[in-house]
């Protein structure tokens, strides 16, 4: 007997992603589209892929913004480190920490405060470091393949090296995760709060 159902955890990650009003109509038009269109005519693996895209794609719409400014943020951090050399990183390196720890913690915000769940506010940074971590990386080889000369090169390895900026994206995940969490549960709060006072 073939299986009628997506993966659990695709189905799981989707009800994070959706609003408390939304999660019964947009989970069931979901499953309705896997059993109808995708289970059909592809099959059960075809089918799970499908599924999986359509998830991470709604991922990606409702955290686009976040991305797009982090990996503006670290693209331009590193370019300048590249481009524009210098031996102080401190004032940089604060910049740039507080840009995306505030980025970390309104996305994290926004995703529970819409979902009503603590879990999606993790997600939601923890999908937004990711994704701009490999915007960053991808730019980053771009612009060091644009710019290749013996002083980019000085100043990539002073700067930590091509490694630092192709290894960002894991290495932000368990702050993003963090950060993401905190204003999450921020957001429950004051969301409770607001409920009781109306």
Same mark, same amino acid.
């Given at each position: 007997?073939?299986?009628?159902?997506?993966?659990?955890?695709? $189905?799981?990650?989707?009800?994070?992603?959706?609003?408390?009003?939304?999660? $019964?109509?947009?989970?069931?038009?979901?499953?309705? %589209?896997? *059993?109808?269109?995708? &289970?059909?005519?592809?099959?059960?693996?075809?089918?799970?892929?499908?599924?999986? *895209? $359509?998830?991470?794609?709604?991922?990606?719409?409702?955290? *686009?913004?976040?991305?797009?400014?982090?990996? &503006?943020?670290?693209?331009? *951090?590193?370019?300048?480190?590249? &481009?524009?050399?210098?031996?102080?990183?401190?004032?940089?390196? %604060?910049?740039?920490?507080?840009?995306?720890?505030?980025?970390?913690?309104?996305?994290?915000?926004?995703?529970?405060?819409?979902?009503?769940?603590?879990?999606?506010?993790?997600?939601?940074?923890?999908?937004?470091?990711?994704?701009?971590? %490999?915007?960053?990386?991808?730019?980053?080889?771009?612009?060091?393949?644009?710019?290749?000369?013996? $002083?980019?090169?000085?100043?990539?390895?002073?700067?930590?090296?091509?490694?630092?900026?192709?290894? &960002?994206?894991?290495?932000?995940?368990?702050?993003?995760?963090?950060?993401?969490?905190?204003?999450?549960?921020?957001?429950?709060?004051?969301?409770?709060?607001?409920?009781?006072?109306?």
């Amino acid at each position: 007997m073939t299986r009628s159902t997506p993966p659990a955890w695709a $189905e799981w990650l989707l009800y994070l992603l959706l609003s408390p009003r939304d999660r $019964e109509t947009v989970s069931g038009d979901m499953l309705e %589209l896997y *059993r109808d269109a995708a &289970l059909q005519a592809r099959g059960p693996r075809p089918a799970d892929l499908w599924y999986v *895209r $359509e998830v991470l794609r709604l991922a990606w719409l409702q955290n *686009r913004g976040w991305i797009t400014l982090l990996s &503006l943020s670290m693209f331009g *951090r590193t370019t300048l480190d590249w &481009l524009v050399p210098t031996s102080d990183f401190g004032p940089r390196a %604060l910049w740039s920490t507080t840009f995306g720890a505030g980025i970390f913690l309104l996305a994290g915000f926004v995703a529970a405060w819409r979902s009503s769940s603590v879990v999606s506010g993790a997600f939601a940074s923890l999908t937004t470091a990711l994704a701009a971590g %490999l915007v960053h990386s991808v730019g980053a080889v771009t612009l060091l393949a644009a710019s290749y000369s013996p $002083e980019t090169l000085a100043a990539v390895r002073q700067s930590g090296g091509l490694s630092e900026a192709i290894t &960002l994206p894991i290495l932000l995940c368990s702050p993003a995760v963090a950060l993401g969490a905190a204003a999450a549960i921020d957001a429950r709060l004051l969301s409770t709060v607001t409920s009781c006072r109306s």
